[in-house]
């Protein structure tokens, strides 16, 4: 999984679910750079996937939602 740099973003939260729109697990906290590699899936199985960035200030709302299968 790999995202766009977010200016003032200090680390990155990765989420999933295996349901279209929700409810989101955090994978990862405190990410820093912009890509991960989620090892933790069963599979043919598909995931839903959203991004969160955080400062000092505050978390982003989820970014956009996107899908993967393994």
Known sequence: MVW???D???TFTVKRS???G???VDVVNNLIGT???DTGVINNTTYYYVVT???AGAESVDSA???ATR
């Open 65 to 67: 939602e996107v899908s």
């Open 8 to 10: 003032n973003a200090g």
């Open 53 to 55: 960035a955080a400062n």
């Open 4 to 6: 766009g740099f977010t």
């Open 35 to 37: 890509n991960y590699i």
């Open 18 to 20: 295996t349901t279209h």
């Open 22 to 24: 929700r409810p989101y």
